[in-house]
């Protein structure tokens, strides 16, 4: 089945604890990108990449660093997490850039 | 950034009413694509629209693309509870991929 898995799917964690969303995928898609969804204020990509070792930011990436060493995977990692990347975060993939975005199910993070 | 603009934010109605919700933007898009949204989980994708002018109907949804390539619409039909989620339209930018605000809906029995 072609998915968009990511993991934790739940997390709460403290300010400044090191911590990393990964996030998967099996339709050997090009690009991917990560998202985060706030009341009021949409969807907002964080970053995205075009391919292995190709990212580039989006429009909110302060706090956060993502890395493509393989196609498939493109993890999130928040180094030094703050109360204000409290969020829900969406990980999605694509053929190319005019393609649909398939999209994980979410990771609710909560960060005390 | 490509901004998009979705009106009404929000919309409550009643099941077998119609209704019409708004994408619009500035700026010209290759493309458009509509997507619905259901509490805890991600967007899934109902249709992209690629010419000026066309029309996609998805049974009761219809999805217009402006001819000048600016605006989409979304027009349900005797709307019914299982419609009610968060309507999302988005358009490339770059290798990026905008996301409008979205139109919450809410259809009642």
């Known amino acids: 089945e072609a998915q968009v898995t990511q993991n934790p799917r739940y997390l709460i964690t403290v300010t400044g604890k090191k911590l990393t969303v990964t996030c998967s995928q099996n339709?050997?898609?090009?690009?991917m990108s990560w998202y985060r969804q706030d009341p009021g204020l949409g969807l907002r990509q964080i970053y995205y990449?075009?391919?292995?070792?190709?990212?580039d930011k989006g429009d909110v990436p302060e706090g956060y660093k993502v890395s493509r060493k393989e196609k498939r995977n493109f993890p999130l990692i928040l180094e030094s997490p703050s109360p204000n990347q409290t969020s829900l975060y969406f990980c999605?993939?694509?053929?190319?850039?005019?393609?649909?975005?398939?999209f994980g199910d979410g990771t609710r993070l909560s960060i005390l | 950034t490509q901004l998009l603009e979705q009106s009404p934010q929000f919309l409550s109605i009643q099941e077998g009413e119609n209704l019409t919700v708004y994408c619009n933007s500035s700026?010209?898009?290759?493309?458009l694509q509509w997507y619905r949204q259901e509490p805890g989980e991600g967007p899934v994708l109902l249709v992209t629209?690629?010419?000026?002018?066309e029309v996609k109907k998805l049974k009761r949804l219809t999805f217009q693309f402006g001819d000048a390539r600016k605006d989409s619409s979304l027009h349900i039909t005797a709307a019914q509870p299982g419609d009610t989620g968060l309507y999302l339209c988005?358009?490339?930018?770059?290798?990026?991929?905008?996301f409008g605000k979205g139109t919450s809906l809410l259809v009642t029995p």
């Open positions: 999605a993939s694509r053929w190319t850039v005019n393609q649909p975005q398939h």
């Open positions: 339709m050997n898609h090009e690009y």
């Open positions: 990449s075009m391919n292995v070792e190709v990212t």
């Open positions: 700026s010209v898009f290759s493309s």
């Open positions: 629209v690629v010419t000026g002018g």
């Open positions: 988005a358009g490339p930018s770059g290798y990026a991929l905008n």
